[in-house]
């Protein structure tokens, strides 16, 4: 009779943990995929430890989670869009002066949509994860250009995949493409 007390204790523990482990894997594996770039950029900043990384997206939902972006105006985001051409043909003659408005120009839309105000870049970054986590390194790309880190070309890379989030930023829904100027080539001198 202990024998078998103790026999489905142990099978008792060992299910236990089996779900705790599964159900810690399926978490990671969910932020995973909502975070995508974002979960390796948080694993790869706590030296490869998954479990701060995640406890640290987890915040962040949990923070940033409920936000409920604003709409724009259709003369705000027509304003948007125009000051974005303006700063990609600014490109040309001054880049680095292009990049500095791109990046205050990524924080004001963020802010109109209703993003943590861009006064603290790490904060509205970490929301703007949230809910645009394929499209927030590009600012950060910017963010860094602004700061002196690299040349014209970085710069112009930077520029280009910041267009990512402007884009998702300047559309009334997630689904929906940005009314700018598509004739420009990714590759083009001019962002």
């Known amino acids: 009779m202990t024998t078998v007390v103790i026999i489905v204790a142990v099978v008792l523990v060992a299910a236990l943990a089996f779900f705790l482990l ?34 640290e997206l987890s915040e962040r939902v949990k923070l940033h989670g409920s936000l409920s972006e604003r709409p724009l105006s259709a003369e705000a985001r027509e ?15 001054s880049p680095r002066e292009a990049v500095v408005e791109a990046d205050a120009l990524l924080a004001q839309l963020a802010r109109d949509r209703g993003f943590p105000d861009g006064e603290s870049f790490e904060e509205q970054t970490a929301a703007l994860s949230v809910h645009h986590a394929h499209q927030v390194d590009g ?3 910017v963010h860094t250009a602004v700061r002196g880190q690299g040349g014209t070309e970085e710069m112009r890379k930077a520029l280009i995949e910041s267009r990512a989030l402007f884009d998702v930023l300047l559309a009334d829904a997630p689904d929906e493409p940005a009314p700018t100027d ?6 083009s001198a001019t962002a």
Do not use: S
């Open 22 to 55: 599964r159900g810690r894997v399926t978490g990671g594996h969910r932020l995973q995929r909502r975070f995508g770039p974002e979960y390796d950029r948080a694993v790869a900043r706590h030296d490869g430890d998954t479990k701060a990384a995640e406890h």
């Open 79 to 93: 304003a948007y869009a125009r000051r974005w051409a303006e700063v990609q043909e600014q490109f040309i003659d």
């Open 139 to 141: 600012y950060r790309r």
């Open 182 to 187: 598509r004739h420009e080539t990714k590759g």
